[in-house]
């Protein structure tokens, strides 16, 4: 790609950047976009719609920027929980990292590759026409001693990583540990989940787990909710959030939009009372299907809950039976954590939902290969003139040429891009896992190597990288940065569903690792082809104390990451003893674990009323 290509694409993304800026300023303002930009501000009563013009609204600003900035972590921590800080803390070294390398790549290794004329010298009088390629390491010649400097570089960024990985992860350990000790109790410290139940023939799976828990836990076993099969039930209750989200809409529309026509023959009838009627059916339909339920709808699983953090960390970590596949016990998520649509609780079923998935992953990133493919065509002009012939005299015409090696590769792959997470999410779904946090993370790490595959090794493969520069400097993407950096996309717009005090951070840090020993790789490679093989040499040693690194990192913090200590436990569990407050905490962790779509729903038919819940069982 040449550098006009690239200049071009900086124009073009530079001119967007202002756009989407100058719209957002507008749009945010606007009243009827406040469910969308301040949803968490109108919940909380601490904004109010304001109907009267005000021209204000149509002129752009930038204060809010300013406002977002001074809110401190202290603030998201107490708003918006632990997770909130880490994903920022993720932003700031992710740019801190960028910004190092940036600066040691820009002011250091360009003038030395610009230097180089292993390609050829670079023409400064016709610096646009001139080819990405002569502004890399490649220009530099081999056995030059100029290959140093990136030898240098190498290992000084190396370093600077490495350092702030192990203070992060230090940070957020005893952030996790600190926040832990400050909480309130939550249901998901006292309580497991156990899968695998066996049950004797004329016995339930709720006979079972009391039998076992008050024989081998009897000092600290408290109650247990076995989990039911309701896919039938979440499809009614729906069913009739859909319905009554209908009759919202109604109630502010004009009266005579409210009478419509039932089909295509149909009289007109009123709609409020139309859908309310379906409603009370719906209604009726799930109260059938609750006093339906019988043992044959149990699954072999429950949350069992304890009298103590401490003796819910010993159930978890004991094996509870001689068979493994049997009283199988994992830690369990918040109760709002838990996803409850697809609950696998067969060992034998989780194993093959995960097997399907490898494959069904493997499948995608072999099919994404397509488009990686056609995207790099786009980056060479004379391929592109191979494979389109019809197009040979419009890509002659400088400012087309420019956009379309320099602008829509990007784009395209970008385009491609934004259907791979919600693929991803759906497969971790499938999987068995009873969590949103669970499938989020493992979503995250499919993403993660289905990037590093595609994005890098695919298009090394397959070219020339280097047309992914323009990626890196698209000015499209700074605000995309700084809308998930500012501190106001969780004091406005996001209540937090689920906390996992940080647990993402792991994730983070082996993707890290993993860059860094792939960037030796490259170097050792890179060195051996410019015929500086002592560099090579003198390379190896850092992905071994890379690793080394890692695995310190691995003794040393993620336990902290996987479960609290005895320790900590045991204090916390003395803190509470005498509160009076734990007897009522008690109470409600009985039932804390009940299947949303078992609780009772109720709506009112009543047009002055809709603005109280119609169903209990939100989020279901």
Not at 5 to 26: E, K, Q
């Amino acid at each position: 790609m040449l550098v006009s290509a690239l200049l071009t694409s900086l124009g073009i993304n530079s001119g967007l950047c202002v756009l989407f800026f100058i719209l957002y300023s507008i749009l945010r303002k606007q009243p009827i976009n406040y469910e969308v930009y301040v949803p968490r501000l109108l919940a909380e009563g601490n904004s109010k719609r304001r109907s009267h013009f005000n021209l204000e609204r149509l002129i752009p600003s930038t204060g809010w920027i300013t406002r977002a900035w001074k809110l401190s972590e202290e603030d998201i921590l107490s708003s918006s929980g632990l997770d909130a800080v880490v994903f920022m803390r993720v932003i700031t070294f992710s740019l801190r990292v960028f910004s190092f390398a940036g600066i040691i790549g820009v002011f250091v290794l360009l003038p030395v590759n610009c230097k180089g004329t292993q390609l050829h010298e670079i023409d400064f009088a016709d610096l646009s026409n001139n080819s990405l390629d002569v502004f890399t390491i490649s220009n530099v010649n081999s056995g030059s001693k100029w290959l140093w400097i990136h030898f240098s570089a190498v290992y000084v960024v190396t370093i600077f990583v490495c350092c702030l990985l192990y203070y992060e992860y230090r940070y957020i350990s005893l952030k996790r540990i600190a926040y832990f000790y400050s909480s309130k109790p939550q249901p998901h410290q006292f309580t497991i989940l156990v899968r695998g139940i066996p049950v004797s023939v004329g016995s339930s799976v709720s006979e079972s787990v009391e039998s076992f828990f008050t024989e081998f836990h009897p000092t600290t076993y408290l109650s247990h909710m076995v989990v039911h099969r309701t896919s039938k039930l979440r499809s009614l209750i729906n069913e009739a959030k859909t319905l009554y989200k209908r009759l919202l809409h109604l109630q502010l529309e004009p009266p005579q939009q409210k009478y419509r026509r039932v089909g295509l023959f149909g009289e007109k009838v009123d709609l409020v009372d139309h859908y309310g009627k379906r409603l009370e059916d719906i209604e009726q339909n799930v109260r059938l299907e609750q006093s339906d339920l019988s043992l044959a709808d149990e699954t072999r699983a429950a949350f069992v809950s304890f009298k103590s953090r401490y003796g819910a960390a010993v159930a978890f970590h004991l094996q509870q039976s001689i068979n493994p596949t049997q009283w199988v016990t994992e830690e369990a998520p918040e109760p709002d954590d838990v996803y409850w649509p697809f609950f696998s609780s067969s060992f034998m079923r989780r194993w093959i939902s995960k097997l399907v998935v490898v494959v069904a992953c493997i499948l995608l990133t072999i099919l994404f290969l397509v488009p990686v493919v056609v995207v790099q065509g786009l980056t060479n002009l004379s391929q592109l003139e191979i494979w389109f012939p019809f197009l040979k005299s419009i890509l002659t015409i400088t400012f087309v040429s420019q956009v379309i090696t320099g602008y829509l590769p990007s784009l395209i792959l970008l385009l491609f891009l934004k259907i791979v997470p919600p693929i991803m999410e759906f497969l971790s779904s499938i999987q068995g896992y009873i969590s949103h946090s669970d499938i989020e993370k493992s979503a995250c790490n499919k993403v993660l190597w289905f990037t590093i595959w595609n994005i890098f090794f695919a298009t090394v493969f397959s070219g020339s990288v280097l047309y992914q520069v323009s990626i890196f400097l698209e000015p499209k993407n700074i605000p995309a940065k700084l809308a998930v950096a500012v501190p106001a996309q969780f004091m406005n717009v996001y209540m937090p569903k689920y906390e996992t005090a940080g647990k993402f951070w792991p994730i983070v840090h082996n993707s890290m690792i993993f860059s860094l020993v792939l960037m030796h790789a490259i170097a050792i490679g890179i060195f051996t082809l410019k015929k500086l093989s002592m560099a090579s040499t003198l390379v190896f040693p850092l992905p071994v104390l890379t690793l080394l690194f890692n695995e310190y990192c691995r003794k040393r913090f993620l336990p902290i990451f996987i479960a609290y200590s005895a320790e900590v436990l045991i204090k916390k569990d003395r803190e509470e003893a005498n509160d009076p407050a734990m007897a009522e905490f008690f109470d409600k962790l009985v039932t804390a674990y009940q299947d949303p779509t078992l609780m009772p729903i109720q709506y009112s038919a009543n047009a002055d009323s809709l603005n109280s819940p119609l169903i209990s069982s939100a989020d279901v």
